[in-house]
């Protein structure tokens, strides 16, 4: 049994921690690939308990409460896109929501209103306004302050990169052609990482819708250095809630 405590920097929603930060974390303690899926908004500054079980998972608890459970898996993508870096950075120009309209401010992956060096300030937007395919894409230059011990960036942090351009996409609908604003919350994160940059390193994140099912949306994402080498892939669930529910009230 492992303790791990969520600061508060790492929140998505006010008063929880952001998703993929908390599969991340949890990830740590299953080899390889992992699936991870939350079950209850992550308490922040809260001790919570790692804990193996006895049938290969692991359990994120919060006393008795279950916030997620972890297992290992096979994550293998039907496609995986890319793009240049100086695409990504265009594609950011084109990001979805103006930052005063900003569902999440304050959220550590994707809020506008986090400092550069505290938050991960990835701002997914389409690579074309036109393809019927929409694919979004973001930067990141990971800051030295998000290095492991090994001086590699820690392994939630490439989870959380790939956490938040996914619940974008998935308001991307391709048959419509639109993009709605319906609040998401994650449900379950799968990643494989690859390879883990350094702080420093010119990344390229891309997200991309893949269906829907009533509440449910799923979107796959990367994440590329600037070479073009694959760093980790991601597949997402997300679930449509209310604004109070996203919110935690």
Request: hydrophobic share 40%.
């Amino acid at each position: 049994m492992t303790e791990i405590i969520i600061d508060k920097r790492f929140c998505g929603p006010p008063n929880s921690g952001n998703g993929g930060y908390v599969c991340g974390r949890l990830a740590r303690h299953i080899p390889g690939a992992a699936e991870v899926t939350l079950r209850a908004p992550p308490p922040l500054r809260t001790p919570l308990d790692a804990v193996a079980t006895n049938d290969a998972t692991w359990e994120l608890r919060d006393g008795t409460k279950v916030v997620a459970t972890g297992r290992a898996t096979s994550v293998e993508l039907a496609r995986v896109e890319t793009a240049s870096f100086e695409k990504a950075r265009a594609a950011e120009l084109l990001a979805l929501f103006e930052p005063h309209e900003h569902p999440l401010p304050n959220c550590f992956v994707c809020g506008p209103a986090r400092a550069q060096g505290d938050g991960l300030r990835i701002f997914a937007g389409p690579l074309s306004r036109h393809a019927q395919t929409p694919v979004l894409a973001a930067s990141w230059i990971p800051d030295a302050n998000l290095a492991a011990e090994d001086g590699l960036v820690a392994p939630e942090f490439l989870w959380s990169a790939l956490d938040c351009p996914t619940g974008f996409a998935c308001n991307c609908n391709p048959q419509a052609g639109t993009y709605d604003k319906t609040p998401l919350l994650l449900g379950r994160m799968s990643a494989r990482i690859e390879a883990r940059p350094r702080p420093g390193d010119r990344c390229i994140i891309t997200a991309w819708p893949t269906g829907r099912d009533g509440r449910k949306r799923t979107a796959d994402a990367a994440a590329h250095d600037e070479a073009g080498k694959l760093l980790a892939v991601a597949r997402t669930t997300w679930i449509a809630v209310e604004r109070d529910v996203q919110l935690g009230r």
